[in-house]
Structures are given as structure tokens and as C-alpha cells.
């Protein structure tokens, strides 16, 4: 029988899990037909109930697609302020929508508001458009980001979640590409707007309310972004990521009969994963370490860093004080030295046993010392001696 499990992360460059069962929830108490629990920061999957069966998921499509506009804007393609003309094609959807007319203008702003809040499939068409030259365009590139990003059971066949027979994907994979959203400050912001307005029309003489359907953001603690769903196809669907002290969960429930059940059942599954389990850090990723000294640099020594956090994710009786991390540097460092290329490793230690290694790197790149500064040093050291 499926139970909600714990996987111990170890953390090497190919990690290996391993399951330790805890009698609190039991997929079979669940009535959705699929859901997962992960770890954001490991993706470690620590609950399942048919998570890898392929399903319709209505709107939560939309993460992919507010996904691939967050990687645009954070690269500069796009801004937020950009003005973009609506097609007939953006005008003519059904479903959720904010009522855009043919030719008007309209910001990205205002349609990533209008997606991320309403699930407007008018604007989530019209930033497709605006951002691929088309629809399929932009489905391509979903598609091919779901590859990238390890959602082996997902297609996409339109970027709204409206039924069609192939546009398919999973629990699992929806917490992967809702992991990879959570790195976007600013979509996630919009997504934990309750309440907001856009005018629309080509005089914009017409006010639309934008009610967030996620009911989770006024009573659910350190929730962090939500995106719902729903088709008479795939019933009621919720991916939803909170954050607990240092502990980030992502759950996801497909299939609920009724929206009571989605967000009553997402909680369920938050709630045991944070009573269970948390992340220890015991560096945050760029925290100074250490320093160690260098040979012929400018500087005699320089700071040592990790580009991730060095933690450790398990039972939430745990101590830091449990835990033992020793640092291996390696010896006669010289300049010049890249802050790319590792220097050392972190080693984390419990009772005995290795957990994982954590490599480390120069804050910054070292130059080496001038030659001739470097001579009259030596000189002068010796002069001294």
C-alpha cells in the first residue's frame, strides 16, 4: 500500500535515495485521483498516489506557459511594460477569459496578471502569439521545455488546457515544471494577488475584476504560488508550493470531484510533508565558509563559497547538532584561480556515515600578482627574515 514515504537526500553528483515509510496519510484516504508531494529544492518525491498516470490538466497548462514567459522577461526579451495587439484568434477564445477585443493593445503586464489570476485563456493566446509568432509556436516550446526539464510523460497540444484528447501530462511532472516557476519572484507574486483589475476594449472602457481562483492564499500559511484548474475532463486540479521556515513543499492533485476536495486534500498533503520532515541548511548558497590561502595571488588568501545551499533534508526531529560537515580544500593553492572551478568540497557526516559532498569555489576569480610585485616581495620577506 502506498504511504506517505520520506527519502533521505543524498546529496553527490549522481545521489541515491533511500525510502523510509511514516504512517501518516495513505494514498487510498485520498478521493482525488492522482496527487504528489516533493521537495522544491531536491525535487525527492515524498508522496504519491498514481503520480505518473497521464491526465487532462486543464489550466495548470498555464505554469508552462507563464514558465517560458518568466525566462523571457529574465533574459530580457520581454518587458513587463511592452505593448502587444490582440489577434482575432487571442479574441475569439472561450472559457476564462478577460474579454479582450480584436486590435486593441494591451501590456504583458496586464496579461500576466490576467493569466496568473483569472487563467484568461484570451491573454494566455495573445502572449503566445506575441512571444512565438503563433500558437503552435509556442506549444513547440513548451513541449521542448518539458523535455528539458524531465517531464518524460507531458504533451502539450495548446497553451490554455482546453480538452483535447493528447494534451496529456502528470502529477509528477507538474511539480517539476511548478519547481522550476518558483524561481521567478515576480510571476509567483501575481499568482498570490487575490485581488486586481485590468481595462480592456480599444477606448479600455471596460473594467475587469480579477478574483484569484486559488482559494489557498488568504488561509493557507507561507503559501508561495498556486496555479488551479478546470475542465469537466479533468475535474478539479490544484498545484500549489509553501514554504515553512527553511522547508519548501510543491503539492499537486489531479482528478477531485469537487473544488472543496482539491483544496482540502492539497492541504492534507502539505500539512503532513511540513509535521514530518524539514530541510537543515546549514550554509545558504554564497555564504562565506572559509577562507584559504593562495600562492602568487594579489591577495594572500581568499574567501571560499558554495554555489548552493549545503543542506540536509530529513525527519523533522532532527538536529543540526546531529550532523557533522568537515571541509577538504585542496593544498598549495596558486593564482590565477576561476571562481568556475572548484577548490574543495564540503563532506556532511552523520553518526559515521557519509551524506553527501558539496562542492566549493573562490568567491571570485584570483589574478595572479604581478611578477615583479611578486619579486620584490620576496626580496623584501627575506631582507626581513
Known sequence: MKKFIAIFFLMLLAANTAVVPVYGLEAGSLQSRSAVLINADDGQVLFEKNMSDKMAPASITKIMLLLLISEKMDNGEIKLEQELTISENAAGMGGSQIYLEAYETQTVENMLKAISMRSANDASVAMAEFMYGSVEGCVKAMNDRAKELGMNNTHFVNVTGLPEPEHLTTAYDIALMTKELLKYDYVNEYML?????????????????????????????????????????????????????????????????????????????????????????????????????????????????????????????????????????????????????????????????????????????????????????????????
Open 193 to 385: 494577488k487575490w485581488m486586481d483589475s485590468v481595462y480592456v476594449g480599444k477606448e479600455k472602457d471596460s473594467e475587469q475584476v480579477l478574483v484569484n481562483t486559488n482559494r489557498l492564499i488568504n488561509n493557507y500559511e507561507g503559501l508561495l504560488a498556486g496555479k488551479t484548474g478546470f475542465t469537466n475532463e479533468a475535474k478539479y486540479c490544484l498545484s500549489a508550493a509553501a514554504k515553512r521556515n527553511d522547508t519548501t513543499l510543491i503539492a499537486v492533485v489531479l482528478g477531485s470531484d469537487t473544488t472543496k476536495i482539491r483544496f482540502a486534500e492539497i492541504q492534507k498533503i502539505l500539512n503532513e510533508g511540513f509535521a514530518n520532515y524539514k530541510n537543515i541548511i546549514f550554509h545558504s548558497k554564497g555564504d562565506v565558509i572559509r577562507t584559504s590561502p593562495v600562492y602568487c595571488g594579489v591577495n594572500d588568501d581568499f574567501n571560499v563559497v558554495s554555489k548552493e545551499n549545503i543542506y540536509y533534508f530529513t525527519e523533522s526531529n532532527c538536529k543540526a547538532e546531529d550532523f557533522n560537515l568537515e571541509y577538504v580544500l585542496e593544498e598549495n593553492l596558486k593564482a590565477p584561480l576561476s571562481k568556475d572551478v572548484a577548490i574543495g568540497k564540503a563532506v556532511l557526516y552523520k553518526d559515521g556515515k557519509m551524506l553527501g559532498e558539496y562542492k566549493l569555489y573562490p568567491e571570485k576569480d584570483i589574478e595572479k600578482e604581478n611578477f615583479f610585485k611578486f619579486y620584490l616581495n620576496n626580496v623584501l620577506e627575506n631582507i626581513i627574515r
